[in-house]
């Protein structure tokens, strides 16, 4: 039994490397695992899956590169393995449509998953970040299925330029916070363990990968963190036979 767990790609035409990297990754490694997990941000901006229906008509290549995404894990997923998709705070409106697709299932986050013989919590991770209110604030309103339900109303041209506004203003913002800010609030990690009654998590978001042992309702615990992936390098955890989370880098050149 080996389950693999991925995040932050940010998959987009802009990055070929990373995209062919990740295909050579799923065809090589992840062919034949009993399941996938891969949470959020796995592509750098979704503006719905209708983007799915501009095929080579989508002068950004976002579409193309979507339908070819789909269809290599949809041959993953009919070779026998799961696959789950999480949201991540870029493309927060993935849909069914893109899920079945690619032969995948949508999973809340958070989510509590059994592996390795344990309950696991998986989660984005951006929900940790508390002290980053504006963040929060932004976070809460585009989870809310009423804007987003406007938000896919509009014309497909006026989201690709939505989506754009979006990153630009997000870079600005983040340029001028505390390194702290954009990281996981300590106290809301051991908070959001408890309440779920696990002693380990498993996320992203935050690009910083690590493994941390902490303390939660007197017990010892641990914080997975996976990186995200760039041009000659990513990051996978491997949970195998039983055995405990594995983090570790991966040679994608």
């Given at each position: 039994?080996t389950t693999?767990l991925?995040?932050?790609?940010?998959?987009?035409?802009g990055?070929?490397e990373?995209?062919?990297?990740?295909l050579?990754?799923?065809?090589?490694?992840?062919?034949?695992?009993?399941?996938?997990?891969?949470?959020?941000?796995?592509?750098?901006?979704?503006?719905g899956?209708d983007l799915?229906?501009?095929?080579?008509?989508?002068?950004?290549?976002?579409?193309?590169?979507?339908?070819?995404?789909a269809?290599?894990?949809?041959?993953l997923a009919?070779?026998?393995?799961?696959?789950y998709?999480?949201?991540g705070?870029?493309?927060?409106?993935l849909?069914?449509?893109?899920?079945?697709?690619?032969?995948?299932?949508?999973?809340?986050d958070?989510?509590?998953?059994?592996?390795?013989g344990?309950?696991?919590?998986?989660?984005?991770?951006d929900?940790?970040c508390?002290?980053?209110?504006?963040?929060?604030?932004f976070?809460a309103?585009?989870r809310?299925?009423?804007?987003q339900?406007?938000?896919?109303?509009?014309p497909?041209?006026?989201?690709?330029a939505?989506?754009?506004?979006?990153?630009?203003?997000?870079g600005?913002a983040?340029?001028?916070?505390?390194e702290?800010?954009?990281?996981?609030?300590?106290?809301?990690?051991?908070?959001v363990?408890?309440?779920?009654g696990v002693?380990?998590?498993?996320?992203?978001?935050?690009?910083?990968?690590?493994?941390?042992?902490?303390?939660?309702?007197?017990?010892?615990a641990?914080?997975?963190?996976l990186?995200?992936?760039?041009p000659?390098?990513?990051?996978e955890?491997?949970?195998?036979?039983?055995?405990?989370?594995?983090?570790?880098?991966?040679?994608?050149?």
């Amino acid at each position: 039994m080996t389950t693999l767990l991925i995040s932050d790609l940010h998959l987009h035409p802009g990055a070929p490397e990373i995209t062919e990297g990740f295909l050579k990754w799923l065809n090589e490694r992840a062919r034949g695992c009993d399941a996938l997990f891969i949470l959020g941000d796995f592509f750098e901006a979704w503006i719905g899956d209708d983007l799915l229906d501009l095929g080579e008509h989508d002068p950004t290549g976002n579409a193309a590169l979507a339908a070819r995404i789909a269809a290599a894990l949809k041959r993953l997923a009919d070779g026998g393995t799961a696959i789950y998709l999480m949201h991540g705070n870029r493309d927060f409106l993935l849909g069914e449509r893109f899920a079945s697709e690619a032969g995948a299932t949508l999973l809340p986050d958070p989510s509590v998953v059994a592996l390795g013989g344990q309950r696991v919590l998986l989660m984005h991770g951006d929900s940790l970040c508390t002290r980053d209110e504006a963040y929060q604030a932004f976070r809460a309103q585009a989870r809310n299925p009423l804007w987003q339900e406007q938000v896919l109303s509009m014309p497909i041209q006026d989201r690709i330029a939505l989506a754009r506004q979006l990153r630009d203003q997000s870079g600005e913002a983040n340029s001028n916070k505390a390194e702290d800010i954009m990281d996981v609030t300590p106290g809301e990690v051991v908070k959001v363990m408890a309440e779920h009654g696990v002693t380990t998590l498993i996320h992203g978001h935050t690009h910083r990968p690590a493994v941390h042992e902490i303390e939660v309702d007197g017990q010892p615990a641990k914080r997975f963190v996976l990186g995200d992936w760039q041009p000659d390098k990513g990051w996978e955890i491997v949970v195998e036979n039983g055995s405990e989370p594995r983090l570790q880098a991966l040679t994608l050149s």
